[in-house]
């Protein structure tokens, strides 16, 4: 079902209109003008490409350098999803430069995050030998 609105230039508005609804999201009388002004503000007219659920940036504590690795892949796969909607050139090199510059710090961010995980299994190695030597009586 496409939207029902008329704009002023006299031709259907053509979007997409909400599920059982006869106008989309910007037109529609259920939407509060609240809502879709945050909308406007998280980014714009259309979300298309933006695949469901991935809008947002899921908040996960960072505890680990693996965590930051996630989230730098997640911030790099959202950019990546805007580049077509971005409206002009230079947005779109803006988000390819920051993907670059987010890539750069993911590289080092799983580097880093392998090197914890190497040292927490010896680590781990470690108190297991001490267990073991504490629990062999000295003979
Ligand atoms: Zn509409």
Redesign the pocket.
Known sequence: MK?E?IKRNHER?G?HAIQGKK??F??SPDVSEEMKKTARRQGGKSNKHTPKNDKFIPIKKIESLSDVANLLSDLIYILNCEIPNADSISTKIKLTNSIGYLTNYLISALEKSEMEQKMEALEQLLQEDLYLRRSVPLS
């Open positions: 939207c609105f508005c979007n106008f989309c910007w037109h």
